[in-house]
């Protein structure tokens, strides 16, 4: 796989502040990563340096092996409340902006009214953009982010602000951009996270705590786990007491941490069978993103 | 050169859509038009709002051509500086503010063409009013108060056309600088405030940018003395490029400053 | 008011003219407008009832730009 953009312990000091902390990472062309982490982990700073707005304050990023080069030629930025002038259509707008990242008039133009339309935008091409509202704006942005066709989709937050419908329409549009573009986003929702991701960054307090596939991160952190649902709670407890194995009980259930593949569904399947209690339900259950995130998060 | 014709282009509807490309205009005509009348009609309009006892005589100043032009200049050095500078404060760090400048900042532009293209309408609109104020004004004056010879207003307005261009140079390198109430506030402070000091205290020296519009006005009577006149335009020159060498830099330093 | 007889109005009439394009300028801006600083009501009284600076007061401070 080739790289396409290198971060090498990109750093941004404000004051006596690490917004962002000695970041090292990679994106591989045609990947998509997630850049996940609580509220001010340094997730818009990240971004901000990538896309050329700010200069890191060491550390270096380099596009296509090349140091110090202007990114802002290869890449789509989405900032997570984008403004335009309120003044020019959604066209007009567009069609700008594809010019300003070196398309000719003839080509910008037609890209520009593709690329709305591809958002959804079709009917608005010629409305005042201060008129739109936050999902067309969002949509506004993602047509300006994508309409000079970069190699590296930069987006900030890019759903977090949607109602669910549009939330599900834009990761759809972003998916259907997987194919062509690097993209790399930051989020807060996992589950979108979760559904477009091929790496994950988990950034804490400025730090890259965490980094690699969703399924190596998966099984970093995953504690599987039996889960067993008792009738009544006292069933739960008798259960705890006879069982050859540790049992959290909880109301009226039961949960088994496993420990190297031991016990194995079988064991606890025949070990409840033996003790004749009433059983519900039985079953193995893996950590979601949710609690990785959380586990990553809250470490020390 | 192609991506400073769409920056342009972009200022352009921005400020014909804001409707700057004909308010500013107006403010100057009208001025322009006022001041010869008001001094024209000075006596009546006494005799309509004072009650002045019957017979009472005053010895009305008797106004020369030129007179009238420099007072419509005067009426420039204030409400005029103080228009341009309210208009095209916010031009480039409400960008930076309201975060529109983001997603132009994240483009492969280059920060003197995003300043130069703002500096060029600006500097288009205000030289446009400037002049049709001053045509319109010297147009009443030679009506109703005799003829200013072409050349004598022509090397007039040109003179003072140089001190607009530095007024707008340091209204956009403030913007550029400084959030928009800072760039107002210096901006006012360079203009019209060095402006009194300079004239309190300048007669120590005659090379200044604030004493070109004191120039100006002499080539409607004479001529002002060559060596301090050209080597102040040369200053002032001199000054509007270094302004603008600020304000490119600014633009770029401060473009990480806009809200994301 | 007799004092101000002597006027011609031809020459006068070119200011008056400059303040209406003003104040209908500004009107119209107003209404299309999709916010302004403060109530649009009045800012539509300032632009009609302020002499000259109240069209300049509208453009300089009412509009909300983005």
Same mark, same amino acid.
């Given at each position: 796989?080739?790289?396409?953009?290198?971060?090498?312990?990109?750093?941004?000091?404000?004051?006596?502040?690490?917004?962002?902390?000695?970041?090292?990472?990679?994106?591989?062309?045609?990947?998509?990563?997630?850049?996940?982490?609580?509220?001010?982990?340094?997730?818009?700073?990240?971004?901000?340096?990538?896309?050329?707005?700010?200069?890191?304050?060491?550390?270096?990023?380099?596009?296509?092996?090349?140091?110090?080069?202007?990114?802002?030629?290869?890449?789509?930025?989405?900032?997570?409340?984008?403004?335009?002038?309120?003044?020019?259509?959604?066209?007009?707008?567009?069609?700008?902006?594809?010019?300003?990242?070196?398309?000719?008039?003839?080509?910008?133009?037609?890209?520009?009214?593709?690329?709305?339309?591809?958002?959804?935008?079709?009917?608005?091409?010629?409305?005042?953009?201060?008129?739109?509202?936050?999902?067309?704006?969002?949509?506004?942005?993602?047509?300006?982010?994508?309409?000079?066709?970069?190699?590296?989709?930069?987006?900030?937050?890019?759903?977090?602000?949607?109602?669910?419908?549009?939330?599900?329409?834009?990761?759809?549009?972003?998916?259907?951009?997987?194919?062509?573009?690097?993209?790399?986003?930051?989020?807060?929702?996992?589950?979108?996270?979760?559904?477009?991701?091929?790496?994950?960054?988990?950034?804490?307090?400025?730090?890259?705590?965490?980094?690699?596939?969703?399924?190596?991160?998966?099984?970093?952190?995953?504690?599987?786990?039996?889960?067993?649902?008792?009738?009544?709670?006292?069933?739960?407890?008798?259960?705890?007491?006879?069982?050859?194995?540790?049992?959290?009980?909880?109301?009226?259930?039961?949960?088994?941490?496993?420990?190297?593949?031991?016990?194995?569904?079988?064991?606890?399947?025949?070990?409840?069978?033996?003790?004749?209690?009433?059983?519900?339900?039985?079953?193995?259950?893996?950590?979601?993103?949710?609690?990785?995130?959380?586990?990553?998060?809250?470490?020390? | 050169?192609?991506?400073?014709?769409?920056?342009?282009?972009?200022?352009?509807?921005?400020?014909?859509?804001?409707?700057?490309?004909?308010?500013?205009?107006?403010?100057?005509?009208?001025?322009?038009?006022?001041?010869?009348?008001?001094?024209?009609?000075?006596?009546?309009?006494?005799?309509?709002?004072?009650?002045?006892?019957?017979?009472?005589?005053?010895?009305?100043?008797?106004?020369?051509?030129?007179?009238?032009?420099?007072?419509?200049?005067?009426?420039?050095?204030?409400?005029?500086?103080?228009?341009?500078?309210?208009?095209?404060?916010?031009?480039?760090?409400?960008?930076?503010?309201?975060?529109?400048?983001?997603?132009?900042?994240?483009?492969?532009?280059?920060?003197?063409?995003?300043?130069?293209?703002?500096?060029?309408?600006?500097?288009?609109?205000?030289?446009?009013?400037?002049?049709?104020?001053?045509?319109? $004004?010297? =147009?009443? *004056?030679?009506? &109703?108060? #005799?003829?200013?010879?072409?050349? +004598? %207003?022509?090397?007039?307005?040109?003179?003072?056309?140089?001190?607009?261009?530095?007024?707008?140079?340091?209204?956009?390198?403030?913007?550029?600088?400084?959030?928009?109430?800072?760039?107002?506030?210096?901006?006012?402070?360079?203009?019209?405030?060095?402006?009194?000091?300079?004239?309190?205290?300048?007669?120590?020296?005659?090379?200044?940018?604030?004493?070109? $519009?004191? =120039?100006? *006005?002499?080539? &409607?009577? #004479?001529?002002?003395?060559?060596? +301090? %006149?050209?080597?102040?335009?040369?200053?002032?020159?001199?000054?509007?490029?270094?302004?603008?060498?600020?304000?490119?830099?600014?633009?770029?330093?401060?473009?990480?400053?806009?809200?994301? | 008011?007799?004092?101000?007889?002597?006027?011609?109005?031809?020459?006068?009439?070119?200011?008056?003219?400059?303040?209406?394009?003003?104040?209908?300028?500004?009107?119209?801006?107003?209404?299309?407008?999709?916010?302004?600083?403060?109530?649009?009501?009045?800012?539509?009284?300032?632009?009609?009832?302020?002499?000259?600076?109240?069209?300049?007061?509208?453009?300089?401070?009412?509009?909300?730009?983005?």
């Amino acid at each position: 796989m080739t790289i396409i953009l290198e971060a090498d312990h990109l750093t941004k000091i404000y004051g006596s502040e690490r917004a962002v902390n000695e970041v090292t990472f990679a994106l591989g062309e045609g990947t998509s990563t997630a850049l996940i982490g609580p509220n001010g982990a340094g997730k818009t700073t990240t971004l901000s340096m990538l896309g050329g707005l700010l200069e890191p304050t060491t550390g270096t990023i380099s596009l296509n092996g090349e140091k110090r080069a202007d990114v802002r030629k290869h890449i789509g930025f989405l900032p997570q409340y984008p403004q335009f002038f309120s003044w020019l259509t959604a066209l007009e707008f567009t069609e700008m902006a594809a010019k300003l990242s070196g398309m000719d008039a003839r080509s910008a133009k037609l890209e520009a009214q593709k690329t709305l339309e591809f958002v959804g935008l079709g009917d608005a091409l010629r409305k005042k953009t201060g008129t739109f509202s936050g999902g067309m704006k969002q949509r506004l942005g993602l047509a300006q982010a994508i309409v000079h066709k970069p190699k590296l989709l930069l987006l900030d937050e890019p759903v977090s602000a949607l109602d669910p419908v549009g939330r599900r329409e834009i990761m759809n549009l972003l998916k259907s951009l997987q194919q062509d573009m690097t993209i790399l986003y930051s989020t807060h929702i996992l589950n979108d996270a979760e559904e477009m991701t091929d790496q994950l960054l988990f950034l804490r307090k400025g730090q890259l705590v965490e980094q690699g596939s969703i399924g190596d991160v998966r099984a970093k952190y995953d504690q599987p786990r039996y889960r067993v649902e008792f009738g009544r709670a006292e069933d739960a407890i008798i259960y705890s007491e006879r069982a050859p194995w540790n049992v959290q009980v909880e109301g009226a259930c039961g949960t088994i941490h496993l420990a190297q593949g031991f016990p194995t569904m079988a064991d606890v399947l025949k070990s409840l069978a033996e003790s004749g209690l009433d059983v519900r339900k039985a079953e193995r259950q893996t950590a979601n993103l949710e609690e990785i995130f959380m586990k990553v998060a809250g470490q020390a | 050169m192609r991506e400073l014709v769409v920056l342009f282009q972009k200022e352009w509807r921005e400020n014909t859509r804001n409707f700057k490309i004909l308010w500013v205009p107006l403010v100057f005509i009208f001025f322009g038009l006022s001041e010869p009348l008001t001094s024209y009609y000075l006596p009546q309009i006494l005799d309509a709002v004072g009650n002045m006892p019957e017979g009472t005589t005053f010895p009305m100043p008797e106004f020369t051509p030129a007179q009238v032009i420099m007072a419509t200049m005067g009426q420039y050095q204030f409400i005029g500086m103080l228009v341009l500078v309210l208009a095209f404060m916010g031009t480039i760090s409400r960008e930076r503010k309201n975060g529109t400048g983001t997603l132009i900042y994240v483009r492969p532009i280059s920060y003197l063409n995003y300043f130069l293209s703002k500096w060029k309408v600006v500097g288009m609109i205000a030289l446009m009013s400037v002049w049709l104020g001053l045509l319109t $004004s010297w =147009y009443y *004056t030679g009506l &109703l108060f #005799g003829k200013v010879e072409a050349s +004598d %207003f022509f090397a007039f307005a040109g003179t003072y056309s140089v001190w607009i261009l530095f007024v707008v140079t340091i209204v956009l390198a403030m913007s550029a600088w400084l959030p928009t109430g800072g760039a107002a506030g210096l901006s006012l402070l360079l203009i019209l405030i060095v402006q009194i000091v300079d004239s309190l205290l300048g007669t120590y020296w005659t090379i200044s940018p604030w004493k070109i $519009s004191t =120039y100006a *006005t002499q080539w &409607l009577t #004479g001529s002002p003395d060559s060596g +301090d %006149f050209w080597w102040s335009i040369a200053i002032t020159i001199l000054a509007i490029i270094a302004l603008m060498i600020f304000g490119v830099w600014m633009s770029k330093r401060n473009a990480s400053k806009t809200k994301v | 008011m007799e004092a101000l007889q002597g006027l011609s109005w031809g020459i006068i009439a070119p200011i008056f003219i400059i303040q209406l394009i003003l104040v209908i300028v500004a009107l119209i801006d107003l209404t299309k407008i999709h916010q302004t600083n403060g109530p649009k009501w009045v800012w539509a009284l300032v632009i009609i009832f302020i002499n000259i600076v109240g069209p300049i007061a509208y453009f300089i401070a009412g509009r909300k730009q983005a």
